[in-house]
């Protein structure tokens, strides 16, 4: 990735943290946030780290909801491939659900929130596209800079 690519990919960035849409996945307000220290769990936070991660995931889903207005944000962490504590902000939105019912065969099933997050990661890689009327992820962006600044 260009260093163009990843300035345009970047939505907040201060002291501790780092917040930028997914490269991987073009789905807008799909974020990662990731913390700059060491930590790779949430047991080896400081007390007021902890706190301030609070806030900021707080903001973060604040802002994917105001910018792509998804009916739920998943918040997920790994640790697996990128050992460092990082989250993954991913908006389930109704025309997601739609499509990944429509993919599965299983629109009578609740929904399985992790099965669907790793569908979309695969169903929507790089240079795939969202449905019309859903907001481009390059506005999705700006709307979020615009409220975290």
Not at 47 to 60: D, F, H, I, S
Not at 108 to 131: I, K, Q
């Amino acid at each position: 990735m260009s260093s163009r690519q990843a300035k345009e990919l970047l939505i907040y960035e201060n002291e501790m943290f780092s917040l930028e849409q997914s490269a991987a996945c073009p789905i807008p307000g799909y974020l990662i946030l990731r913390l700059k220290g060491p930590e790779a769990s949430l047991a080896q936070l400081s007390k007021k780290t902890a706190q301030l991660l609070g806030v900021m995931l707080k903001r973060v889903t604040n802002a994917i909801e105001q910018a792509v207005k998804p009916e739920r944000v998943y918040v997920l962490s790994f640790c697996e491939i990128e050992p460092r504590l990082h989250f993954h902000l991913f908006p389930r939105t109704a025309w997601l659900l739609k499509e990944y019912f429509k993919a599965n065969d299983c629109a009578n099933d609740p929904v399985n929130g992790p099965m669907l997050f790793e569908w979309a990661r695969s169903a929507f890689g790089p240079g795939s596209h969202v449905p019309q009327g859903t907001p481009d992820m390059e506005t999705a962006c700006g709307i979020m800079r615009d409220i975290l600044k």
